[in-house]
């Protein structure tokens, strides 16, 4: 495993780390002795770094991080994110009482004295224009509740508003073979400021591993089935966008790209990977043999400037017209 700093932190995060929604809920049927098992794995593999919220499995997914922060001596890092406990997403919502409702209810389930890096769980965009926002953030960081604080956001115009307010120390964004418009400005600027950025939804909720068919059956709590038109939240977090049958057919061509003895999953991690700018790429995983074949991701050679040309190629011809001007 390799390590990047994260932002202005000072802390070395796992450049591949783990993604703790799938383990907390709307991804079906888990259990939470296998969801341990997969936690396990990470650590023992070098992840120092989980993201959670307070909503995934209403704290379900808090909770079992705070069951491995207990049974393991290693240091770790665990950000979690507050915001979606509000019933409609409004930015008068982020206001101090609920911020530090939310903030007491996440250190409670966490069983610990401070969060490490708190996340705005993908807020009202009009947030980004209300500063005292920020600055609540602020004296929660003074009054010892949070060490940091970051966004996460849907839209690369809210990256790059939010990371106008200098206590902003990372932006989590989707980022991923068919979700490359982050690249193209919000990289720079994100650099430019020193800001971590966490690459979420690397595998496109599963569908770049390869795995899926046609005839792929989802569970009905699992997002793939109930959120792929975005009826319950942005269709964007549901195979980043991109329509299940156009997603199957690319996938296709992206196979043979993958090295030698490397899953398309790996290639899909990797690929992340070759942008200095990202921190890390937050996979989710449910097992420990998901977690091991994401980690190897981290250990395989950078990719070939060939390879990334043919990406490059595939993306603008089959997905980016349907897409990139979304988010
Ligand atoms: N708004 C937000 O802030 C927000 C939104 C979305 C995600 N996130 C964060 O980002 C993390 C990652 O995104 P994500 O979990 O939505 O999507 P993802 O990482 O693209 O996909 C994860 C899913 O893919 C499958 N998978 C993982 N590794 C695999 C492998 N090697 N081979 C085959 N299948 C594999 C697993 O599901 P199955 O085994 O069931 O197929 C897993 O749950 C989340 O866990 C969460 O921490 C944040």
Redo the contacts with the bound molecule.
């Keep these: 495993m390799k390590y990047r700093e994260l932002g202005r932190t000072g802390w070395k995060v796992s450049e591949i780390s783990?993604?703790?929604?799938?383990?907390g809920g709307a991804?079906?049927d888990v259990d939470d002795q296998e969801s341990l098992a997969a936690l396990r794995a990470a650590l023992d593999g070098g992840v120092n770094f989980f993201?959670?919220?307070d909503v995934?499995g209403d704290g379900r997914?808090e909770r079992l991080l705070a069951r491995l922060k207990k049974e393991r001596k290693e240091n770790f890092y665990i950000t979690t994110?507050a915001g979606?406990r509000l019933p409609k997403q409004t930015p008068e919502g982020y206001s101090r009482d609920n911020l530090t409702a939310w903030i007491e209810r996440s250190l409670r389930n966490l069983e610990t004295d401070a969060i490490d890096l708190l996340?705005l769980?993908?807020p009202h965009p009009d947030v980004y224009y209300r500063p005292e926002v920020f600055g609540i953030l602020d004296e929660l960081v003074k009054a010892g509740k949070i060490r940091h604080y970051g966004v996460?956001v849907?839209k690369v115009e809210e990256a790059l508003k939010a990371i106008e307010f200098p206590g902003v120390q990372t932006v989590?964004i989707?980022f991923?073979i068919f979700r490359q418009r982050p690249r193209e400005l919000f990289f720079s600027e994100a650099r430019r400021r020193q800001v971590g950025i966490?690459a979420?939804?690397?595998?496109?909720?599963?569908?770049?591993?390869?795995?899926?068919t046609r005839d792929s059956q989802?569970e009905k709590d699992?997002h793939?089935n109930f959120n792929r038109h975005g009826e319950a939240?942005?269709r964007g977090?549901t195979f980043?966008g991109v329509d299940y049958e156009t997603g199957l057919r690319v996938v296709e061509v992206l196979k043979p790209l993958a090295p030698k003895n490397a899953?398309l999953?790996?290639l899909a991690l990797r690929w992340i990977l070759e942008f200095p700018a990202v921190t890390c790429?937050?996979?989710?995983?449910?097992?420990p043999?998901?977690?091991a074949?994401?980690l190897a991701a981290s250990d395989l050679k950078p990719l070939s400037q060939a390879t990334m040309k043919k990406i490059d190629a595939v993306y603008d011809t089959e997905i980016k017209p349907l897409v990139h001007h979304y988010w």
């Design positions: 783990f993604g703790a929604w799938a383990i991804w079906g993201d959670t919220a995934y997914s994110k979606r996340q769980h993908c996460s849907e989590q989707i991923n966490l979420r939804v690397p595998l496109a909720s599963g569908l770049l591993s390869g795995k899926f989802f699992d793939r939240f942005d977090e980043a899953t999953a790996q790429a937050i996979p989710g995983a449910k097992r043999a998901q977690v074949e994401n």
